[in-house]
């Protein structure tokens, strides 16, 4: 009845005025509506709210799209929502666009294995 919790993945947030750039590399999850120019590494799952834009390269488990976002995206899957623009080459499992959604760029279908160890490997190198 009352076991051990789970850990749950820490959230970072960067707000809709915010402008990063950089390389950024985070923990958790990351919830962006503001800006960011440059790379960026989660070990969980990134989702760019409708506010929000990456101009980089991003490697994660799941990247949701609701903004804009240009550059190499290398996760399990993608999910573009209905407002949401994808520019460039990605490397996923699964891509899923909902109507609506702007796909330019080409898919390359990545193993889930690889992407997930490069993930880990890159995130634990650079800290």
Same mark, same amino acid.
């Given at each position: 009845?009352?076991?051990?919790?789970?850990?749950?993945?820490?959230?970072?947030?960067?707000?809709?005025? !915010?402008?990063?750039?950089?390389?950024?590399?985070?923990?958790?999850?990351?919830? /962006?509506?503001?800006? /960011?120019?440059?790379?960026?590494?989660?070990?969980?799952?990134?989702? /760019?709210?409708?506010?929000?834009?990456?101009?980089?390269?991003?490697? !994660?488990?799941?990247?949701?799209?609701?903004?804009?976002?240009?550059?190499?995206?290398? !996760?399990?899957?993608?999910?573009?929502?209905?407002?949401?623009?994808?520019?460039?080459?990605?490397?996923?499992?699964?891509?899923?666009?909902?109507?609506?959604?702007?796909?330019?760029?080409?898919?390359?279908?990545?193993?889930?294995?690889?992407?997930?160890?490069?993930?880990?490997?890159? /995130?634990?190198?650079?800290?």
């Amino acid at each position: 009845m009352f076991g051990q919790k789970k850990p749950v993945n820490p959230l970072s947030f960067i707000a809709q005025e !915010c402008h990063l750039t950089g390389k950024l590399i985070f923990s958790g999850d990351v919830l /962006i509506a503001g800006h /960011i120019s440059g790379d960026i590494q989660a070990q969980g799952n990134v989702t /760019i709210e409708a506010s929000g834009t990456v101009a980089g390269d991003i490697l !994660c488990r799941e990247l949701m799209i609701a903004g804009q976002m240009s550059g190499e995206a290398r !996760c399990k899957k993608i999910t573009l929502h209905a407002q949401g623009v994808f520019e460039g080459d990605a490397y996923c499992e699964h891509i899923e666009i909902l109507d609506g959604g702007q796909f330019l760029g080409y898919r390359h279908r990545d193993p889930l294995l690889a992407t997930l160890a490069n993930t880990d490997t890159n /995130i634990a190198n650079n800290a």
